[in-house]
């Protein structure tokens, strides 16, 4: 099956990323990030990724001076200090043909904001929620100037799409996108659609006749 551009992980995430090996220390670790504007490093030793170090890491691991000769101390301190001394190991990781909806369940699962990326034991990339959300914004269509409606009505089974489909396509109004809730306590689904219309009353009206409720609606896009 052919892969649809835009829906992997592979499609965001940077690659080929800089990376400190666990005997890099602390100090060096912090330039690359402060000249590269980094947040975070994964580690990697002979070529196999053994954990990841943030900027929180290092900044708790080396808390700034209060005094000049706290200051001599922590750069003797740093001198010092390795990578594999402050590290998160064995991090978790994504395959770059994962969904972008694995990574946002990954996140929350296990609390992190940065996914490194995975194939056949070698690190090919990293990501960010950040990136993910750039690529939501492209794959619901967030960009493009249209109306959201939020339908309910369905029963206990989105069957009743077809109908509504059927209208959109009678005014000639694509959709952009399409997300769907279930509310089992009321036995029903909410669906919010984003469609390419300028005139989008004539199609509530519609959809109300054939016994959908309309919740909300409005015009969206970010230009």
């Known amino acids: 099956m052919r892969r649809k551009e835009g829906m992997q992980i592979r499609d965001v995430m940077t690659k080929d990323p800089v990376t400190v090996g666990s005997e890099t220390l602390v100090i060096e670790a912090r330039k690359i990030m402060k000249e590269r504007n980094f947040r975070r490093l994964p580690v990697v030793d002979n070529g196999k990724l053994v954990g990841i170090v943030t900027q929180k ?83 619901l269509g967030l960009k493009e100037e249209g109306v959201r409606i939020t339908v309910e009505g369905f029963g206990g089974k989105l069957g009743n799409l077809q109908k509504i489909i059927s209208i959109l396509d009678q005014y000639g109004a694509p959709i952009l996108s399409m997300m769907s809730l279930p509310k089992p306590e009321k036995k029903d689904w909410l669906v919010a659609l984003r469609i390419k219309t300028k005139n989008p009353q004539p199609i509530i009206e519609e959809l109300k006749k054939a016994g959908f409720t309309i919740d909300y609606f409005a015009t969206t896009g970010l230009g």
């Open 57 to 139: 890491d290092l900044e708790e691991a080396a808390p700034p001076p209060t005094s000049s000769s706290n200051l001599y101390e922590l750069h003797y301190f740093l001198s010092k200090m390795k990578v594999k001394e402050v590290m998160k190991k064995n991090p978790a990781t994504i395959r770059p043909d994962a969904p972008f909806e694995e990574a946002l369940k990954l996140g929350q699962e296990k609390g992190i904001s940065s996914f490194l990326v995975v194939e056949n034991g070698k690190l090919v990339g990293i990501t960010t929620e950040s990136d993910i959300v750039k690529l939501l914004t492209r794959v």
